[in-house]
């Protein structure tokens, strides 16, 4: 067979299938409107969550009293949050220092960690929320406390690869969602 003939053959079959090429897809998120509502359990605090999200207990081995995660079912994430009465100023320290360090965990993945203060005096609520960009398990962690008595950890987790450029909106929108948390928190 020469090779004009094998390929004319090649040619002739490549001409019967319809090729058309498809355009490159991306999910559709859709965000809900913005709508909170006052979470009050039997914990010494109270704040403010997204009417679309979902509080329940944390159930893990280790869990405490006040252990409990906001979860958002639609975007695959969780805002675990840990609660921790303050017994002295040395616990109050290894309390801010275990924050510290499961932030700065993230930065062999992570491209920068922003940290910004919380100071609300008027509701004796001080701490910090740290920014942790990149692709890691958790872009933000947050701590607040009185310094006294009591002190709440947050950390937002999606249960998904971390991939910054796919999950990017809905970051941002949860973002506000714990800005708003942490501008509410009251203790009891």
């Given at each position: 067979m020469s090779l004009f003939s094998l390929v004319l053959t090649f040619g002739v079959w490549g001409c019967?299938?319809?090729?058309?090429?498809?355009?490159?897809?991306?999910?559709?998120?859709v965000l809900p409107?913005?709508?909170?509502?006052?979470?009050?359990?039997?914990?010494?605090?109270v704040f403010d969550?997204?009417?679309y999200a979902q509080q329940e207990p944390?159930?893990?081995?280790?869990?405490?009293?006040?252990?409990?995660?906001?979860n958002f079912p639609q975007f695959n994430a969780r805002i675990h949050l840990s609660y921790?009465?303050?017994?002295?100023?040395?616990?109050?320290n290894e309390l801010v220092e275990d924050a510290r360090t499961f932030a700065f965990n993230h930065t062999v993945r992570a491209t920068a960690i922003d940290q910004q203060r919380i100071s609300r005096p008027d509701a004796d609520v001080y701490g910090l929320k740290y920014d942790i960009k990149g692709n890691t398990a958790s872009n933000i962690q947050f701590f607040v406390t009185d310094s006294t008595r009591h002190y709440l950890r947050g950390a937002l987790y999606f249960h998904e690869k971390p991939r910054l450029d796919s999950i990017q909106p809905v970051l941002d929108f949860i973002k506000?969602?714990?800005?708003?948390?942490?501008?509410?928190?009251r203790w009891k």
């Open positions: 019967t299938q319809h090729y058309s090429p498809k355009p490159r897809g991306y999910f559709r998120v409107e913005k709508e909170y509502d006052t979470l009050s359990s039997g914990c010494p605090f969550v997204p009417a944390d159930r893990s081995a280790e869990a405490q009293p006040c252990w409990m995660d906001i921790m009465p303050v017994s002295g100023r040395d616990n109050f506000a969602d714990i800005d708003t948390l942490i501008q509410s928190i």
